[in-house]
């Protein structure tokens, strides 16, 4: 039993790249019945439901369509590697990249397959990474890494060297077109080939079958984009009086709008729609998924207009007669490589788109000419069955790449998360030291402050204590002032009280006391 990982454009849905993948799916299963095989794309929940019984989808967690959406593409002025190489130098990048391998790396591939579509280009260059990531994922795994049917251009001639120089470590590539071929002018040829659509893989038993619906009532079949494409001009401008009346003539009544996906035009312009019906015609519109389920509907003896790739691939390489639209060199390109591959549509761009469809198309009943060639064709799917048959050969690409590098650089991410969880255990012991010295500080401050508060009180009451002291000094100042002078008059009066009594002593001593004392004794008060 071989494993497979098949990465695409899927799950818009696009009937185009959706059939490529379905006949990838028949052709590995037509090599290894029990092949277990795993899809991814960018639209992971359209892809469920059109993969169930078919193919495992990746998880959201798990796809590299995921990853290389969410890197987005960067700056226009530099390459799209530049943009690349600065993201994951990104540390939550590199560790998503990390991990989604990881996953990956569990699904134990033999091959890793980059399935056909136009989608590494210069119109959505975000989409090159996938192409990085596989290569990281086959190394990692020694799985068998291949691309195949791939439209590369346009191309910015910043990111063609890269370009160059990651897809020749593929071991098989394959392109659609010989413009995408000489890109690689110059190297390994032998890695190289150039085999055509991816679809022709539905072809290779020349029945027609899905993808295609083979109607038995002629009908108008119109499938035309409004995404790189102004579909609903071009739709106005279809249903011409002489239009209708070559429809009318060749009997075509029916007109059917199939939606290849989501966007295209869904019907005529509103204005018309009475018209058509009140002239005979029935319209009938079927949704993308729908047109999956039942294949693109087409009348051998009816006609296709279309803008898109496949339907113009399908139909033309299957017998039915059409017409083609393009606007811009992207699609000029992809026509281009249906015609190569054996179509004989006529391919209306530029003014001719509307004004000279009913023309070409009267020419097409009138020279009857059949709508491919047969040895272009075949040419094409033998290449392409070549193709198949080295991709899916069990020893393609088992020769591993002698350094696990994305190994190395899981485990580089890993020793430097383990330095990042050491660095944020030492961060927080210090985060913890820090807040306990804090808390010292501040229980510190708050004691400081404390102890100030209290010293001021205390100098506020030293200073109220030395302020009655130095009152009660004033007044002891004051009473030993008033006790000097109190001694002083004492002193006077001593001395006045001596002096009193001295003179009293003289008076009584004097000759005239003597003489007067019977008459003090006389004056004396009897008892």
């Known amino acids: 039993m071989t494993r497979h990982l098949l990465i695409g454009a899927l799950g818009g849905p696009n009937f185009g790249d959706e059939a490529i993948f379905s006949a990838w799916v028949r052709t590995i299963r037509e090599k290894d019945p029990a092949a277990e095989i795993f899809c991814d794309g960018y639209g992971l929940q359209n892809l469920t439901q059109y993969a169930k019984g078919v193919a495992t989808v990746l998880r959201h967690e798990e796809s590299l369509w995921m990853l290389s959406a969410s890197m987005g593409a960067g700056d226009e002025k530099t390459s799209i590697w530049a943009h690349i190489e600065s993201e994951l130098k990104r540390e939550d990048v590199a560790k998503d990249l990390a991990v ?7 699904l134990r591939p033999d091959a890793i397959h980059i399935i056909g579509g136009g989608y ?29 049917g791939l439209g590369l251009t346009p191309v910015n001639p910043k990111n063609l060297g890269g370009l160059r120089g990651l897809l020749s470590t593929f071991d098989h590539v394959d392109v659609r077109d010989p413009e995408s071929y000489e890109l690689f002018a110059g190297l390994d040829e032998g890695r190289f080939s150039c085999s055509g659509d991816d679809a022709l893989l539905h072809l290779a038993n020349g029945v027609i079958s899905y993808p295609l619906r083979l109607l038995d009532e002629p009908t108008l079949t119109i499938c035309i984009q409004n995404d790189l494409f102004p579909g609903d001009t071009a739709a106005s401008g279809i249903f011409s009086d002489d239009l209708l009346r070559i429809l009318e003539e060749r009997g075509i009544r029916k007109i059917v709008f199939a939606i290849a996906m989501q966007g295209d035009v869904e019907g005529p312009p509103a204005g018309l729609v009475e018209s058509l019906d009140a002239s005979g015609f029935a319209i009938e519109t079927i ?4 047109l999956l389920e039942k294949g693109f509907p087409a009348s051998p003896e009816g006609l296709v207009i279309t803008s898109r790739y ?3 691939f399908f139909c033309a390489l299957s017998g039915i007669k059409g017409v083609a639209l393009t606007s811009i060199p992207y699609y000029d390109t992809k026509h281009k490589a249906v015609r190569e591959m054996g179509s004989n549509w006529p391919v209306l761009g530029g003014e001719e788109e509307v004004s000279g469809l009913p023309a070409v198309v009267e020419s097409l009943w009138q020279q009857d000419e059949p709508s491919f060639r047969g040895e272009a064709k075949n040419g094409f799917i033998e290449r392409k069955r070549d193709v198949a048959a080295r991709i899916l050969d069990r ?17 580089l991410l890993h020793s430097l998360e383990k330095e990042r969880e050491t660095a944020r255990e030492r961060e927080a012991q210090a985060g913890e030291r820090e807040r306990a010295l804090q808390e010292t500080i501040d229980k510190n401050h708050l004691e400081r402050e404390q102890t100030q508060a209290e010293l001021g009180q205390v100098r506020t009451e030293l200073g109220q204590a030395h302020a009655e002291i130095e009152q009660a000094h004033a007044e002891l100042e004051k009473t030993h002032t008033e006790l000097e002078q109190v001694r002083a008059e004492l002193e006077r009066a001593r001395a ?10 003289l008076v009584e001593k004097s000759r005239s006391w003597r003489w007067t004392a019977p008459l003090r004794k006389l004056g004396s008060p009897r008892v």
């Open 395 to 411: 020893n393609a690409g088992r020769d591993t790449f002698p350094i696990d590098i994305a190994g190395t650089w899981e485990g």
């Open 310 to 312: 496949h339907p113009h």
């Open 120 to 148: 590494f280009n210069e119109l959505w260059p975000a989409n090159y990474a996938i192409l990085f990531f596989a290569r990281m994922l086959a190394w990692k795994t020694g799985a068998g890494l291949f691309a195949s």
């Open 287 to 290: 949704p993308p998924f729908s």
């Open 100 to 106: 989604r391998l990881k996953a990956l790396e569990g």
């Open 496 to 505: 006045e009280g001596a002096a009193l009594k001295d003179r009293l002593l």
